[in-house]
């Protein structure tokens, strides 16, 4: 009997100094102490490789590029959600458009993909639109006008033309995070980009004249939800498209 005591004592003794040391590396490093323990005593630092959005496509597309039998005139139209959601076959069906939207994502990360999804599509062209979910008071407008800036320096050095889009508002519910006003943000972001496009001769497509209200708004009949578009978005959408991509593309 007091052997089996014996063993009771040494295995809670192992059992707390582990705990001990867990929570040690919890408090210094951060992280999982049972995961960092398995790593001890599995050696495996392995660790899982990072989805990459739209990769065997991409693949697809060089190798029909290398070969010859690309799509002519391709567009890439690069963004978010609202992007993502676009049925350019639907809406714009006249047009070789690549959809390269990733849903959620804000410009800065948007422009660590901008060299894979665009760039190396080769195509004629590359529309860059943000969504109104960058409109938020952790992220200055300058670092917007930043990624814009360089995603369209980049496609000119590569040859592509940099077509630069306004941000689509978002709804009246959606207008004030706190005491941050989205819909003043979004319009002085929506006004620098006007003037951009200009000043460099980008070709430009006025999302937000095309389907905000009087107030700055995205109408509740162009809408699925406060930032995102319906069926009848879409339409006007597609419609403020056709003659900026009819320009870019005339021989």
Not at 111 to 135: E, Q, W
Not at 173 to 191: C, M, Q, R, T, Y
Not at 207 to 231: K, M, Y
Request: charged share 20%; hydrophobic share 45%.
């Amino acid at each position: 009997m007091q052997y089996f005591w014996k063993i009771i004592l040494a295995v809670s003794i192992v059992i707390n100094l582990a705990a001990i040391w867990g929570f040690y590396h919890y408090v210094r490093y951060g992280g999982s102490p049972l995961g960092e323990l398995k790593r001890r005593l599995t050696g495996n630092t392995r660790q899982s490789a990072p989805l990459v959005s739209n990769a065997d496509d991409n693949l697809r597309i060089i190798k029909e590029i290398e070969d010859g039998t690309a799509a002519p005139d391709r567009i890439v139209f690069f963004g978010a959600s609202i992007t993502r959601r676009w049925d350019f076959e639907k809406y714009l069906p006249e047009y070789n458009i690549i959809n390269r939207g990733v849903g959620g994502q804000l410009a800065p990360a948007m422009m660590s993909r901008f060299k894979r999804d665009a760039l190396d599509l080769k195509p004629r062209a590359v529309i860059i639109k943000f969504c109104s979910i960058n409109i938020r008071p952790e992220l200055p407008l300058s670092t917007l006008k930043d990624c814009m800036t360089m995603m369209a320096m980049m496609a000119r050095t590569s040859g592509v033309v940099p077509v630069i889009s306004t941000i689509i508002p978002a709804g009246k519910p959606e207008s004030h995070i706190g005491d941050f006003s989205v819909v003043d943000s979004l319009k002085a972001f929506n006004s620098w980009a006007l003037d951009f496009a200009a000043e460099n001769s980008y070709p430009l497509i006025d999302f937000a004249a095309a389907i905000g209200d009087d107030q700055g708004f995205l109408p509740r009949e162009c809408s699925a939800d406060p930032v995102h578009v319906n069926e009848k978005g879409y339409e006007i959408l597609s419609e403020a498209v056709r003659p900026v991509l009819r320009k870019v593309l005339a021989p």
